[in-house]
């Protein structure tokens, strides 16, 4: 199975060539040479034309968890903050395209976009499917590139070699961080792929990054300064015992649950609690709009890497997220932040 694309048509462009010099053809002519040369290439493409922005925006987010890249024409849209926002929530690779060259105007869209592609009538959309058959989004990868990037690649694979051959030695002992034992395994030090460009050649980040969470403070492996006698609790130098067994006989509480208990929710669960402590800190001008709309980017983001939300408001966390994080462009009233605090507290 190929590469799968979404092509987007922007406003008006369901006009095409029907006004007087236009270029190249009707919109359905175009779609068929998309259709046609993305077949030699082996790709899947589902092509989508709208005058209206929401609907370009819903459809990013219904596709966003079957797509490989975007192409977007975004036509009168090239302003559009929220069309760039979304571009950037949805985090596979987008190439702008515009049959015409913008000239003065200047691209918002382009800002979550790794190339941009104007002024070649229909061949703007066939040099786009181009770039994702061969993996080169920008169009800058020359043959000296392509060498180089062959030559790391072999590089990695001997080094591979030579560290498997060395674990064969290791009188059968594994390591915990590579087999998976314990916790989540390492990745191996290397370049990341950089979908056929050259790290030194990209200006800016094109898509939101993915960056790993922050690791939890382990405790220190001072030894424990005395033993107990049999049974007894233990010394720990300051330090909490992890994962001590509970005794045999239940201690008082005294009506209060045990720390830790179970059915308490994890520091790093997106929970309702945090949401809306998000949004009064944002009511008191403890956060700005710009900073509450970063933030939920963010946590929008882990969620849809698989963290972990509050059971049973794992929807409603999300639709939130989404709306705060359009912030500073829908310019959110008092009233309707108060509306999502009372939303969360049912």
Partial sequence: MGKRLLVLHGPNLNLLGEREGGQGGRLADLDAALTARATELGLELKV??????????????????????????????FGSYPLMEALELVGVPAIEVYLERLGERESVVAEACAATI???????????????????LTGELTEEDEEEEDEEAEDEGA????????????????????????????EPEGKGKTLGRREKDIPREKSLAVRPPGALARASDAPVKALAPSGGSRKTLGRKVEASAAPSTSSKTLGRKVKGAEGTPAANVLSRALVRQKIADRLAGRLTAAELAAWARSKWAEVQRGASAETGYEDMLEDLLLSLSSLPASKLSDSELVNMMTRLDR
């Avoid at 499917?129 to 993996?135: I, V």
């Avoid at 070699?161 to 395994?185: L, Q, R």
Wanted: aromatic content about 6%.
């Fill in 118 to 136: 104007e002024g070649q009538g229909f061949h703007s959309y066939l040099e786009a499917l181009e770039r994702f058959a061969s993996g080169d």
């Fill in 159 to 186: 080094e591979d070699e030579v560290e498997d051959a060395g674990a064969e030695d290791d009188d059968g002992v594994v390591d915990a961080a590579w087999s998976g034992e314990d916790g989540e395994a390492a």
């Fill in 48 to 77: 989508v034309q709208s005058n209206h922005e929401g609907v370009l925006l819903d459809t990013l987010h219904a596709e966003r968890s079957r797509l490989d890249g975007v192409v977007v024409s975004p036509a009168g849209l």
